[in-house]
């Protein structure tokens, strides 16, 4: 038997021939042994019946499963045999499909399903090999009488060279009614775990064909379980030189052997291996479909842990959750190492699968030494590489880089029973990766609090002024979380008259840019009321600072100078550009009230006017301030709004002023469940006089 080029040309008064196009159905195959059929029964050729149509329908159903297009199927027959060519119209070239079966030492995993049937061509074909059209591509073979006629007198003359027959009456070599008989065995398509039947089904029929008095097929999957037995019948394989061995052609992680207990002869030794073959081509299918359940787990789970590491924008609480993602499910152990001013590694969290090997890990990662943990974990972070680590906490070290910068290092100790695999280190680089980021984002966060946090407190006073006879008290919530400055304020200062200038007002935006705003129009307040200038003179030129210098911001305020009047009575001049009316409440009763007169807000127009309107405290009163954000409080649609807030301050009437803007703050707070959107800014004014 032999592959070549194209088939043998011959032409006769006995020849027959048949040429049909077929479509590309499941069809096809049947049409195809119908044709060589009833060529064969034509030309008195039914020795040659069987092996015809099992290559027949091998080479149809290859073409109709892989080329997909319509089939030219070409039968001719004549006194000497038979050939028949199988045609599609599909591009590219069969030669992968025949490396195979012309390279036996090539690596059955290697091998498509249709170069297995190729297989069978070779086995049983006096002749075979392939046709190049411009339309496409065909396979031919030819079965000749001749070598049938002497297969047949070889079974029944005395052996020579080849294996005799068994007591069974085999044949030295096995008929195609054998290998096809291993070739439709195929697994159940609906089975929820499909390999152990089908394995033990292959085992059991190509036991009884070579009488083998038992047999096992052993798999080990690479899961750290070693070897186990998929499949077995009879007895166990007795150990011997009698035994017929052949390897499961898998990749790895997989390895396994079909082991018979018969004799490896001519007739046994094809059989095992074609049921080998068969076998390593669905274990195959199976670690490829384990595998990519496998990865779609990974990224699963590489999803959930870069969701529940983005959560977090605290920097302990993220390096604490990073061992508990990992453990137990990528390693027996993990180690978080931070890096500090000096390059030194700073144990930030640990865990281990057992509790009870805490404190052993906690004593292995603070050893010293050339050797030590500490050295490799060092060397990770130093080269930015992955490391391994030796005993006794084996494992390996991964490098926490973020954007350019070494943060530390990721240790992880390998599994008990198994060393992690590729896909598993890959998994755990990339939670490196990840985790680095997170550690970073929270770093960055933490530090941009903390600005935030010392410029805002630049531009609130540190504590109210203590007067004699007047009570202030001031609450402020800033926005988002303490990591933006916003542009609320309030200020308290003394003018060279004895009087106070009560100061509360509002910047458009918030960040950077409405913080330096705010800070300007808070130090020219001071400096003009300092000099002594009448309120509406600080107004006017503070309004011209913002139109020059505001970078296209407004401001508005409100501004009380308070002082002593008759008796105990305060003086109050108020004077409001563009800010809420304050709210005044009396001690000896009456319902609370809004005062002041509205004027323009600062920064918008070159102009504006500010009226001042002059009333009195008596001991007891309060007035109250506050900007936007108390009143524009959002709970879905509805606004906190200022008669609330007036309904709200009413009952405080002859409270303290501490008492008053803590009241206020809660109420507005607790007024909606959602984060402040703007910041909320409250500060009263109080006659303290007894």
């Not at 490391?387 to 490098?399: N, W």
Request: proline share 6%.
């Amino acid at each position: 038997m032999s592959a070549e080029a194209g088939p043998a040309a011959k032409t006769g008064p006995d020849e027959h021939v048949r040429r049909v196009r077929l479509p590309a159905d499941r069809r096809t195959p049947a049409a195809a042994r119908a044709v060589v059929r009833s060529v064969l029964a034509e030309a008195n050729l039914d020795e040659l019946l069987n092996e015809a149509l099992l290559l027949t329908t091998e080479l149809s159903t290859n073409a109709v499963e892989h080329a997909r297009t319509e089939l030219d199927i070409e039968v001719t027959a004549d006194q000497a045999g038979l050939t028949v060519t199988v045609s599609d119209f599909a591009a590219g070239p069969v030669d992968e499909l025949t490396v195979g079966v012309r390279n036996r030492a090539t690596d059955i995993a290697e091998v498509a399903e249709r170069g297995r049937g190729l297989l069978l061509v070779d086995h049983f074909a006096s002749r075979w090999g392939t046709t190049y059209l411009r339309t496409g591509k065909g396979v031919w073979f030819r079965l000749d009488r001749s070598d049938r006629q002497e297969m047949a007198s070889a079974t029944s003359a005395p052996p020579m060279s080849v294996d005799p027959p068994d007591s069974a009456g085999q044949s030295a070599v096995p008929s195609a009614g054998a290998m096809n008989v291993l070739m439709q065995t195929t697994p159940d398509p609906y089975a929820e775990d499909p390999l152990p039947d089908f394995a033990a089904g292959l085992l059991n029929r190509v036991a009884e064909m070579v009488g083998a008095a038992g047999g096992v097929v052993r798999l080990d999957r690479g899961d750290g379980q070693g070897a186990q037995i998929l499949a077995r019948y009879g007895r166990q394989p007795r150990a011997g030189n009698d035994l017929l061995r052949v390897p499961l052609a898998v990749h790895r992680p997989y390895t396994g052997e079909l082991e018979l207990d018969a004799a490896p002869t001519a007739y046994a030794q094809p059989l095992a291996v074609l049921t080998a073959e068969r076998l390593s081509l669905h274990l195959e299918n199976d670690r490829l479909r384990r595998a990519d359940v496998r990865r779609q787990a990974w990224l699963t789970f590489l999803a959930e842990a870069s969701e529940l590491l983005a959560q977090s924008l605290d920097v302990e609480l993220t390096m604490a959750l990073i061992p508990q993602l990992v453990v137990p499910r990528l390693g027996q152990w993990c180690a978080v190492h931070t890096t500090d001013e000096w390059g030194r590694l700073r144990l930030a969290a640990a865990s281990h699968a057992d509790e009870s090997m805490l404190p052993q890990l906690h004593a292995t990662l603070r050893e010293a030494g050339p050797d030590s943990v500490q050295a490799r974990l060092r060397e990770a972070s130093r080269n930015g590489t992955r490391t391994a680590l030796g005993g006794p906490m084996e494992g390996f070290a991964v490098p926490l880089i973020a954007r350019g910068q070494r943060l530390g290092t990721l240790a992880v100790g390998r599994h008990q029973r198994h060393r992690q695999d590729p896909d598993e280190i890959a998994v755990l680089e990339d939670v490196a990766r990840r985790s680095a980021l997170a550690i970073e984002n929270a770093r960055i966060h933490a530090e941009r609090r903390r600005v935030a946090q010392t410029l805002q407190q630049s531009l609130l006073p540190p504590v109210l002024p203590v007067v004699e006879g007047i009570g202030f008290a001031a609450e402020y919530v800033p926005t988002g979380g303490d990591v933006d400055v916003g542009g609320d304020f309030y200020d308290v200062v003394p003018l060279p008259d004895g009087r106070w200038l009560v100061v509360i007002g509002d910047v458009s935006g918030k960040g950077v840019q409405a913080a330096a705003v705010t800070g300007l129009v808070r130090d020219v307040i001071r400096v003009l009321a300092g000099d002594g200038k009448p309120l509406p003179e600080v107004l006017s030129r503070l309004n011209e600072t913002l139109v020059e210098r505001g970078a296209g911001r407004y401001c508005t305020l409100a501004l009380a100078a308070v002082g002593p009047g008759e008796g105990n009575r305060l003086d109050v001049g108020l004077h409001l550009a563009g800010h809420d009316r304050p709210v005044l409440l009396r001690s000896g009763g009456g319902p609370a009230a809004f005062v002041g007169t509205g004027g323009t807000a600062l920064g918008l127009l070159d102009a504006i006017t500010s009226p001042t309107e002059q009333f009195t405290l008596d001991p007891g009163d309060c007035l109250v301030f506050y900007t936007d954000g108390v009143t524009e409080r959002r709970r879905g649609r509805e606004l906190f709004g200022t008669a609330r807030l007036r309904d709200a301050a009413a009952p405080l009437a002859g409270f303290s002023a501490d008492v008053v803007a803590a009241r206020l703050r809660s109420t507005a707070i607790n007024f909606s469940v959602e984060e402040p959107r703007d910041d909320i800014a409250i500060l009263v004014l109080r006659n303290d006089a007894v």
